[in-house]
């Protein structure tokens, strides 16, 4: 990893060039909780604190996928990257590019399209 200096006056600043460490699990699921406390965590999965403690500080053996699943569900967070660590934005489409799109953006294409186009769905030319 190449490290360059940087001198701005009497500060000195050093920039990292390389690969960024992926986080692990514990550090994922730490990062997830957000507004969720680790005791309304434990209540949701059924299980103790010392446990959540020691699945998010990465020692003993790690939550099941089960847990995980739940975790994200709980957190609103992506179910691959706590799982993984892989940004799930970035992933190849296994079904080719066809994505389910989201109600909300269902939503705002419909009424683009009907910006587009009159009420019998031929285009005005815009």
Known sequence: MAHVRHTIGDMTTQTHHGRIPQLT???RMKLSLGDV????MGEYLGV?????SRWMGDVGTP???AYLAQW????????????TGADPTSAPDPDGGLRATPAASL????RAKR???GRDGVSTGR
């Open 48 to 52: 103790s604190r010392q446990t959540l």
């Open 107 to 110: 939503e705002a294409l419909t």
């Open 63 to 65: 939550p099941k996928r």
């Open 72 to 83: 994200a569900l709980k957190t609103g967070v992506d179910a691959e990257w706590l799982m």
């Open 115 to 117: 910006a587009r186009t």
């Open 25 to 27: 699990l514990g550090w």
């Open 37 to 40: 406390s680790a005791q309304e």
